[in-house]
């Protein structure tokens, strides 16, 4: 494992042992709520479900909801989803477009600015209406890369600022220009923390994932630890673990890499190491083929996997052709269930996108016991992560568990909870 610290002076050296109640209090939930949920730049959707005026999606948010949409002076902006005569939700649907937004209770009507415009009988109004101060809150609002992000905070840094050298780290993979293909929502039973902590290692591959072998090398990975609690994963691809006895012949996965490459699995026979040079020596050839611009990728990003977690709970696993965004959120109330989101984008040809008629996947919301029953899938992996976290979530919660033990390879979740320390003064 190589490791980079970048703006950050001391390497976190020192074995960590943080108690489990940040897994399974309410005060702690509620410190969480004021210090982080209050403070962060949360990813809140994507730029594509908002390209046009009037699009809006709600981003459902623990105890908040955040409407953003585009309006008419075709800026992103997010408001609390709160209409401002008595309170109730404003929009109810997840997405949609609208030309105004007009609450279902007493029908006060908002432009997409959020300006109230309309207030039935308001002559009833003994004192007026000062539409000014009755509009929408709104929240701070920004746009990485095809990403929309929001901020409760008074006066939050610039996004930019907060994403740091990550922006430059991942320019090369224009997540903008890929297309949402599927769209998923697992409602779990642990806490948000475990979701993000199991994406933050690679100590369980071997034994959680034995399939893993047969795609990446986890042994060489190269680790990044930024300011604001982010970290950085790259993990070498189209190869096997070293760990583990070589194989003759290409893998099932190899394989299949190579002949979507148009190359011979046959020839790598005896040369299977030789795999990922070939992969990517090949992509090279290729130039900007199926919409992707090779040419501004590094050799190894071309075979690579990597992987970068935005604090507090966005985890990006990528390569130049596909994009995961993996989001768990905290549930409004009960600090040991979490609502976990997967998007998948892929980066399609212009044809694949546009002219195939390629419409945004409806999102599917099921509970993790449909995965542990196998009737709904987020992939392999990821399934075989949601089984075990209920695991997990129990430990948290019994008297016979009181602080974790990290290693070396864990030094990504210790990062992560060092920024949330920063944050919330350990209890
Ligand atoms: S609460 Fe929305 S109009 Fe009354
Ligand atoms: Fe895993």
Redesign the pocket.
Known sequence: MTIEIINHTTRPTKIRNYGTSRYTDLNYMESEWDAVWRKSWLLAGLVSDVKNTGDYFVFDMGREQILVTRTASDSVQGFYNV??????R?VSNERGNATNFR??????TYDLDGALKIVPYEERFAAGVPCEERSLKKVHTEVWDGFVFVSLAAEPEPLLDYLGPVVDHLAAYRFADMTLTEDQTVHHRCNWKAVVDNFSELYHVDFLHPQHRRMVDCCNDTVHLFENGHTGLAVPGATVNPRFPVPDEPTDIQSAQLQGLGLNPDDFNGRVLEVRAAVQQRKREAGAANGVDYAEFSDDQLSDVWQYNLFPNVILSFTPEHCWVLRPRPHPSDPQQCYFDKLTLLKLAPEGAEHTGHSRPERDVFDHLAIISGEKTMTDTIDQDIELLGGVQAGMASQGFDSVWLNDDEMRVQHFHDALDDLIAPK
């Open positions: 209409c401002q005569h008595r309170g109730n404003l609450c279902a209770y007493h029908a006060w």
